[in-house]
T-cell receptor, first 117, second 114 residues
Framework: GAGVSQTPSNKVTEKGKYVELRCDPISGHTALYWYRQSLGQGPEFLIYFQGTGAADDSGLPNDRFFAVRPEGSVSTLKIQRTERGDSAVYLC???????????????FGPGTRLTVL | AQKVTQAQTEISVVEKEDVTLDCVYETRDTTYYLFWYKQPPSGELVFLIRRNSFDEQNEISGRYSWNFQKSTSSFNFTITASQVVDSAVYFCALRSYNTDKLIFGTGTRLQVFP
């Protein structure tokens, strides 16, 4: 079956611009996660959705970052007034069992490489 | 605070050598989950294993094996008879029972030379 897909694969923008990154999770997965991976680092958690609602947005670095999942499937990560420090690979993951005694693994997409000039 | 430490930044081996990737974690929780992911040059993270904190049995899957020791807060990963296709960055991750986010280490880059 299809895995997690992310578009675009690469995005180059200028400082101060607005960008949207899209994630299409595995069909039927109720949980969706956004992570950010800087060069040479491990992924850092940004936000987690259970259905349409953001269950945990504690990782969003500031109010320039916002994410939505209006129909409980596709999610969009939105970054306003981009800064050079926002340059990173943005990873999306989904899972079928978001919480419980038996933790389900998260399946990751290929990521969107964002470059802010 | 939760933390995952992968002290080995980069390891180089020759094909057919065995190699162990170290992972040390910190958590105050008694129930938690540990994971290993592989990130090949293509960039997509590939799930390898999940371990529950109450299950300390070691696990073997083909050439891969994992050694979980709560006494030393370690969850090490061994590749036996390494192959060039094993070249990738490997991440260890921790998840508490009451959250859904993964806390990743900084990764270990493994290079296997023919």
């Amino acid at each position: 079956g299809a895995g997690v897909s992310q578009t675009p694969s690469n995005k180059v923008t200028e400082k101060g611009k607005y960008v949207e990154l899209r994630c299409d999770p595995i069909s039927g997965h109720t949980a969706l996660y956004w992570y950010r991976q800087s060069l040479g680092q491990g992924p850092e958690f940004l936000i987690y959705f259970q259905g349409t609602g953001a269950a945990d947005d504690s990782g969003l670095p500031n109010d320039r970052f916002f994410a939505v999942r209006p129909e409980g499937s596709v999610s969009t990560l939105k970054i306003q007034r981009t800064e050079r420090g926002d340059s990173a690979v943005y990873l999306c993951a989904s899972s079928s069992i978001p919480r419980g005694f038996e933790s389900s693994e998260q399946f990751f997409g290929p990521g969107t490489r964002l470059t802010v000039l | 605070a939760q933390k995952v430490t992968q002290a080995q930044t980069e390891i180089s081996v020759v094909e057919k050598e065995d190699v162990t990737l170290d992972c040390v974690y910190e958590t105050r929780d008694t129930t938690y989950y540990l994971f290993w992911y592989k990130q090949p040059p293509s960039g997509e993270l590939v799930f390898l294993i999940r371990r529950n904190s109450f299950d300390e049995q070691n696990e073997i899957s083909g050439r891969y094996s994992w050694n979980f020791q709560k006494s030393t807060s370690s969850f090490n990963f061994t590749i036996t008879a390494s192959q060039v296709v094993d070249s990738a960055v490997y991440f260890c991750a921790l998840r508490s029972y009451n959250t859904d986010k993964l806390i990743f280490g900084t990764g270990t880059r493994l290079q296997v030379f023919p």
